[in-house]
């Protein structure tokens, strides 16, 4: 079992997701088909998961999101795979209804590995008010598992990602850094406190900020999951907005900064920065800060534009459960640089 938790955890959960510039090539080149009037959020607009209207109050919600481990637990792993992707659910505005696991395991491993990472899973589907209804499975190199989950929500209070307005503020509901702080774990580099505060980060379902966050003007959302805060709040301005990002307010991991600082980061990270930073202006931020912003999070938190009147109020309510959620920002009319970080 020793020798095989060592090999278990060899790089992976949102580090493992392909680049975000690779990717938008392929997705260009996909045929579209006719338009269905029905499909509300599609690929297209590159959000969290697709929404489908089945009648004038019901719209389904449908994501999957699975990778391989970033941890060494098998049943801690199946907790953050699951969380992960339960997530898309609840950046949509939707609620959690029925999960498939997805499964790549090797036939001749201890199938208790297996049933670690399925219960792991399967607990943070019943947290979510979802049941798990089935999966599929197959024999394979390495250890890869997930979720396919779908949830309803009101055609007319989805949130999508792209709809933000100059003016709002900009709430992030979990501190940055896991990519940063996994990376150094894995190779015995990370502090004890940070790994245990960042396998808590990434095993919070995001159900109850969306929760806090539904009693209030919500206007775009989105979870920072593997392109990073900046890459996810890129795709929020949609080529028409643009905003500044208070480096000082952003809440981070304890730990992740000296990380980084000792240059323990990711190739995800990287090829974040690569794509995302020519959209970006820093004014006076130091190096491991800036790492920090382009880190690749594996179960993230929610990150939404609300109305400024009441974002401070909605802020202090997340705050109240236990979330390290702050305000880091506001949108601006577009200007010549889409996103400024102070």
């Not at 060494?72 to 795979?81: H, L, S």
């Not at 950046?91 to 219960?119: H, S």
Request: aromatic share 6%.
């Amino acid at each position: 079992m020793d020798s095989e938790k060592i090999t278990f955890c060899k790089g992976g959960g949102c580090t493992a997701k392909l680049g975000p510039a690779a990717l938008s090539r392929v997705l260009s080149l996909l045929p579209k088909g006719e338009k269905d009037p029905d499909l509300l959020v599609g690929f297209s607009s590159r959000d969290d998961a697709a929404v489908y209207r089945l009648t004038d109050e019901i719209a389904f919600v449908q994501t999957l999101d699975f990778f391989p481990p970033m941890v060494k637990d098998p049943y801690t792993f199946g907790q953050i795979a699951a969380t992960n992707a339960l997530s898309d659910i609840y950046a949509m505005g939707g609620k959690v209804k029925t999960a498939l696991n997805i499964v790549c395991f090797p036939e001749k491993w201890d199938l208790n590995i297996l049933g670690e990472i399925l219960r792991g899973g399967a607990e943070k589907v019943i947290e979510a008010g979802g049941s798990l209804a089935g999966g599929h499975s197959i024999a394979d190199s390495d250890v890869k598992y997930g979720l396919s989950v779908t949830g309803i929500v009101h055609p007319d209070h989805i949130w999508a990602n792209n709809t933000g307005r100059p003016g709002d503020a900009l709430i992030l509901t979990k501190a940055l850094g896991v990519g940063i702080i996994c990376t150094a774990d894995r190779v015995n580099e990370a502090p004890e406190e940070a790994m245990e505060a960042a396998v808590r980060s990434m095993t919070t379902l995001n159900r109850y900020a969306a929760e806090v966050l539904s009693g209030y003007d919500i206007h775009a959302c989105t979870d920072v999951t593997g392109y990073s805060f900046l890459g996810h709040l890129h795709e929020m301005m949609d080529g028409r907005l643009s905003c500044r990002v208070y480096a000082d307010r952003v809440p981070v991991l304890p730990g992740a900064l000296a990380c980084a600082d000792e240059f323990l980061l990711t190739a995800a990270g990287q090829r974040n920065r690569n794509h995302t930073g020519p959209f970006v202006r820093f004014e006076n931020i130091p190096f491991a800060m800036e790492e920090v912003l382009f880190d690749p999070q594996t179960s993230g938190g929610l990150l939404a534009a609300v109305n400024a009147e009441t974002a401070p109020q909605a802020a202090e309510e997340l705050r109240a459960l236990g979330l390290p959620a702050q305000i880091v920002g506001e949108i601006t009319e577009k200007t010549d640089t889409e996103i400024t970080v102070i």
